[in-house]
């Protein structure tokens, strides 16, 4: 088994693709495909869980994706 080496030392690779801590992975179309399998309430839950606001009941599922995808 290889072991990677990264610029911050002790922390684990737990990424599908390997990418270590602070290096960006293309990460962009698994995030796209769960957005798209999430229900209107888990789009709220996670938008909420982000900070983002505002989010709220009112807002229709487009609305809510753009400003998970905005975030």
């Known amino acids: 088994m290889s072991e990677t080496l990264w610029d ?3 922390q684990q690779v ?3 693709d390997q990418s270590g801590p ?3 992975g293309d990460t ?3 995030a796209v495909s769960d957005l798209d ?3 209107k309430a888990d789009l709220l839950a996670y938008g909420r869980k982000l ?3 505002p989010m709220h009941n009112d807002m229709t599922k487009d609305e ?3 400003a998970i995808e905005a975030a």
């Open 8 to 10: 911050t030392p002790n």
């Open 14 to 16: 737990v990424r599908d």
């Open 22 to 24: 602070g290096v960006p």
């Open 28 to 30: 962009s179309q698994q």
């Open 37 to 39: 399998s999430m229900t």
């Open 51 to 53: 900070g983002i606001s």
């Open 64 to 66: 809510i994706r753009q």
